[in-house]
């Protein structure tokens, strides 16, 4: 066989590991988020909001219904001074997980229970799209995100 051909199959050879290891990255990677999505679900429905906080990126910026800014240091403020009442989550659906690189994007729905004043609780759905980064720590921290509630919902205040 001539050295060009064995080159040639050496390369396949390494492609063919190269784009099965980027696969394995891509399962892995939305394994780890889709982990930290249900951790911070948890640690919201005990009001652990510090370790909640531990999903959000020290340069976050989303977008809450309407002209509602969230960033970090609001989610910060929120750990150092929760409200007393509590909303639930109930239900995470994590409809797409797209991995590229170093960047992810995730589209998922979250639904809550909203305390009312008359005693009952109101469900509220949520569809979120987030941009995911890998930070030098290794782990995957939501840096973006947009928040829409679907057509015909009620809007609800923030927290």
């Known amino acids: 066989m001539k050295i060009t051909t064995l080159a040639g199959l050496a390369l396949l050879g390494l492609m063919h590991f190269a784009c099965a290891g980027a696969a394995d990255d891509t399962a892995m990677v ?17 009001q652990d909001w510090k370790t909640a906080l531990q999903l959000w990126a020290p340069d976050l910026v989303g977008w809450v219904r309407a002209d509602n800014i969230d960033t970090y240091a609001q989610q910060a403020e929120f750990v150092a001074h ?6 639930g989550y109930t239900l995470l659906k994590i409809n797409e997980v797209i991995v590229e690189g170093s960047l992810a994007v995730v589209r998922d729905t979250w639904t809550r229970k909203i305390p009312q004043a008359d005693g009952h609780e109101e469900l509220f759905r949520v569809r979120r799209c987030e941009i995911w980064r890998r930070q030098p720590d290794k782990q995957w921290k939501i840096i973006r995100y947009v928040e829409s509630p679907p ?8 927290r």
């Open 30 to 46: 939305t394994k780890q988020i889709r982990t930290a999505l249900t951790q911070w679900s948890q640690a919201a429905n005990r």
């Open 82 to 87: 929760p409200p007393p009442s509590h909303t």
């Open 151 to 158: 057509a015909n919902t009620p809007a609800i205040p923030t």
